[in-house]
């Protein structure tokens, strides 16, 4: 059975910095076409955040590139996004989510395998 953890969230104040991790159980990396974080704020739909196709490349909502990296450890099993200069918009529970189909970057309902989620506020 596929499972996927996230963990590193918190509490931080605008301008700082957190990473999450997301670490797949039941299976290796190698079964998914793509990876990704989304995040969904109170009252609002789930969003793509950040993501790796079928060939390794790396796709950002607009409203995080040049400030959220994704990386992933292959050996480790495990899923990175790194957050900096955090914002209080960016307050929401973000989830690590994966398929085996190659679906396009941002396509929320496609993807079958989520984690728990992990809850990130930033403050003002």
């Known amino acids: 059975q596929v499972q996927l953890v996230e963990s590193g969230g918190g509490s931080v104040q605008s301008g700082g910095s957190l990473r999450l991790s997301c670490a797949a159980s039941?299976?290796?990396?190698?079964?998914?076409?793509?990876m990704g974080w989304f995040r969904q704020a109170p009252g609002a739909e789930r969003e793509a955040v950040a993501g790796f196709d079928s060939h390794g490349r790396e796709y950002y909502a607009d409203s995080v590139d040049d400030r959220f990296t994704i990386s992933q450890d292959n050996a480790k099993n495990t899923l990175f996004l790194q957050m900096n200069s955090l914002q209080p918009e960016d307050t929401a529970m973000y989830y690590c989510a994966a398929d085996r189909v190659c679906w396009p970057f941002g396509v929320v309902e496609k993807y079958n395998y989520w984690g728990q989620g992990t809850q990130v506020t930033v403050s003002s």
């Open positions: 039941g299976s290796t990396f190698h079964m998914f076409c793509v």
